[in-house]
Each structure stands twice: as structure tokens, then as C-alpha cells.
């Protein structure tokens, strides 16, 4: 058998071991364009404030690869030729497979602004994007972030642990509206601001100006003010990357669409991780998730009749600030028929949401002790409000 895997991210990587697990001596080639072993996307933030090093984002050892017999092709993936079961590479080399993983994660989005290609600009996505900021610092006092959710403000904060002044421009009400509500919002937003970020909300970057050198500027936000910069970050999402998808007319939506064993529109192709698209909201572009979707995906590969299981709800934990919090499920927002439930006790606020006597979504912030216990609820499913009395929260007026 002839496993083909694009990408060393979470999700290939987890395949490869699953794959190899199942199947001991099947012929496994790992593509993926970046040299040495697989690094952590989400440490790139710690490597820009100066808490990690280079060396220290790899997420497994320097010969994964060869430990479990696997060979690495350190290139591109150009084309999918879904019939012939061939996958052609960036060095014009072409690859059977009999099983195919397509893992290559996301795209950063990029908002059509004008002035985003100047030199000054950056994302945060790749190792290099990381060594690019850390490059811009030299000549920068102050930075300007577009895009207050997590990936934003992780930027924010890293820049300012670097000694910058940071603007951070988000287009929404409040910072991380998908995550939180007004009120846990405020509390990240005060946190910020006690360390000098500046929070600039409900207006975005009309456009990105030169100097006379012809780098960045300064940024022009939509009411018309102006923000002196020579760095830009932009963090305004991402999108699955359909470059080998698409031509090869596999079925995606946002993403490719995968069933639970992770296995897509085409015979013998699977995918899984930021790319992937699934029913049930499980594909949410989570670390955790790319590697259990990749996890399935190689173990289906190999022969196994494996179905993705467990909770479909997002699920996210983050450290901003000094403030902790959890998100679980349905946190930020309520339909008019829910009835929300809070608990307010010092620097911590705590918010459930219940949907015809269930809990859909729960938002901790300055206390996270509890989460493991309402994600055990929200699994369980069952009415709780006796429960929730019970442990201090008090009803609030339905729909928020
Ligand atoms: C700055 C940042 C912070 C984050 N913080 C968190 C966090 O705190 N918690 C959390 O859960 N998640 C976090 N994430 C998200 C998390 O890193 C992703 O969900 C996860 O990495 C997705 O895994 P993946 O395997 O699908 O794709 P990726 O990790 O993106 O890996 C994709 C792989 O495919 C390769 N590739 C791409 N295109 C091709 C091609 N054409 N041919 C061959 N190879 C290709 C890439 O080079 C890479 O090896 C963060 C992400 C970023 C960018």
C-alpha cells in the first residue's frame, strides 16, 4: 500500500503514526514544503515575544520521520489528479498513491485593503512570518494589530512584551466577539489596556500608507484617524486552503467535506485538520482537533473503520493578559429563547447558556476551574438548573 500524506502539521503527523501503527511495513512519503522537524504553529506568538526559540516550536523529535520509517518529500504539493491517483510536486516530481491525506491546513486571510503589500506588513501563520516580525522590531516603536481574536491579541501581547506600543483595530463591538460576551470582553479589553494596548473597537483599517522610503507609514482607520506604524499585523482569520481540492473537484463547502471517518467526496482521499470541513462542527481549526481528525483519517487509511467520536462543540482555552478563560460551545452569544445564567465574584465572571433547560455554551474567565465539570454537563445533556442554583449562579434575563 502507497500512503501519500500533504503536511507536517497536527494532522499529518498524527496520520503517519496511525497509519504506521496499523500498517508496518506500507510505504509512507510525507510532503510538505518547510525543512526539519514539525513546529507548532500556535507557539509562534511565545518565538515573537522572546519565550521560546526557533528550536524549541518543534512539537516532535528531529527524526519523527525516520523513527517511523516514513519518507519526506520537502516540497509543495501543485496538483491532484484524482483518476490517475498521482500527486505532482513544486520539484516536477510525480507520486502514486493508493491513499491519499490531504492536510495542508489554512490560508491567512487577507482583507482587500489597499496598502496591505507594502513592506511593514505582516501575518502570523508561518515560521518565517515569525522571523519577519522579529526582523520588523529593529525599526519599530510601535506596532498596529487588525483583528482582535485570539491570534490578534496573542500578536498584541508578544509586541508588547517586546517593548512596542500596540493599537489593535477590531472591526467588532468588543474584542473576540466570537468567543465572548460584553461583559468578559471589557474584562480582557481592561487587561489589555493596563499593559498598553490600545483598543481601538468597531472600526477596521481603511488603508495601509507610505513613507517616503515606500514601507509602511502609518494606518488610516475607517473614521478617519491616523496611527503612526511601521508594523502591521494582520489576523483577520483563515481560510482552509482548497489549492488541490478544488481543481481536482472534490466536494468542499468552506472546507473539504469529510464524513466521520474523515474520508472525502474522492476514493481513497481523506483530509483532515484546518482543511477539512465537517456536518457536525467538529473541524473547527483547533490544534486538538486537527491531530484526532488526522488520528482517524490515517488509521481509516490503513484499514481500520475508525469514526470520529466525542464532542463537536468548539472548545477553547486561552491566557491573555494575565486574564485565564474557557470557552466551551455556544459562550458568546444566546438566542432569544435562552435563559443565561451568571456568576460574578471578583476579577472572575463566569456565564452559561441554556437552551430549553440544557447547557449550550459556557464562558469562564478569571476562574477556569470548573470547565472540565460543565463540558462533563454539556456532554451529558440532561436539564441542570437545580445543579447550576446549586452552585452559586443566578438567572439573568433570557436571551442575555
Ligand atoms: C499564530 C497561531 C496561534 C495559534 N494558537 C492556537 C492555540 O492556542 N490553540 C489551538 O488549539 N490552536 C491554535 N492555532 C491553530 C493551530 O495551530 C491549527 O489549528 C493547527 O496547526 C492545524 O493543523 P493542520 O495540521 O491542519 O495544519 P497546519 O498546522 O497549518 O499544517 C499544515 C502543513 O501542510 C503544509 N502544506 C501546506 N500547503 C502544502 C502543499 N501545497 N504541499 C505540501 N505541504 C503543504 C504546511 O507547510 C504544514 O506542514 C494557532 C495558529 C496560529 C497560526
Partial sequence: MRYLVVGAGPAGTAAVVAIRRRDPGGRIVVVAPE?????????????????????????????????????????????????????ALSDGTLLPYDRLLLAPGGVPSRPAIPGLGLPGVFVLHEREDAVGILGGLAGADRA??????????????????????????????RLLPRLLDRRAAAMVQAAAEQRGVACHL??????????????????RLGDGRELTTRMLVV?????????????????????????????TSAPGVYAAG??????????????????????????????????????TWPQTAWHLF??????????????????????????AYRRLVLREGRLVGALLVGEIRTAGVLAGLMRRGGTHRSALRQLGYAEVAPGG
Wanted: with cysteine.
Fill in 35 to 87: 525543512a526539519g522537524p514539525p513546529y507548532s504553529r500556535a507557539m509562534l506568538p511565545a518565538l515573537v515575544a522572546g519565550r521560546v526559540t526557533l528550536e524549541e516550536l518543534a512539537f516532535r523529535p528531529a527524526d519523527e520521520f525516520e523513527r517511523w520509517g516514513v519518507s519526506r518529500r520537502v516540497a509543495r504539493a501543485v496538483r491532484l489528479d484524482r483518476d490517475r491517483r498521482e500527486l
Fill in 144 to 173: 498596529v494589530v487588525l483583528g482582535g481574536g485570539l491570534i490578534g491579541l496573542q500578536v498584541a501581547e508578544a509586541l508588547g512584551e517586546r517593548g512596542l506600543a500596540v493599537d489593535v483595530v477590531e472591526q467588532a463591538p
Fill in 202 to 219: 468597531g472600526v477596521s483599517v481603511a488603508r495601509a500608507l507610505a513613507g517616503e522610503d515606500g514601507r509602511l507609514a502609518a494606518v
Fill in 235 to 263: 489576523a483577520v482569520g483563515l481560510r482552509p486552503d482548497l489549492s488541490l481540492a478544488a481543481p481536482a473537484g472534490l466536494a468542499a463547502a468552506r472546507g473539504i467535506l469529510v464524513d466521520t471517518a474523515m474520508h
Fill in 274 to 311: 484546518d482543511v477539512a470541513e465537517c456536518a457536525d462542527g467538529f473541524c473547527t481549526p483547533l490544534w486538538p482537533r486537527a491531530a484526532e481528525g488526522g488520528r482517524v483519517a490515517g488509521s481509516n487509511m490503513a484499514g481500520g473503520a475508525e469514526r470520529r467520536q466525542g464532542i
Fill in 322 to 347: 494575565g486574564v485565564s478563560g474557557v470557552a466551551l460551545g455556544e459562550s458568546a452569544g444566546a438566542a432569544p429563547q435562552d435563559t443565561i445564567y451568571e456568576l460574578a465574584c471578583g476579577p
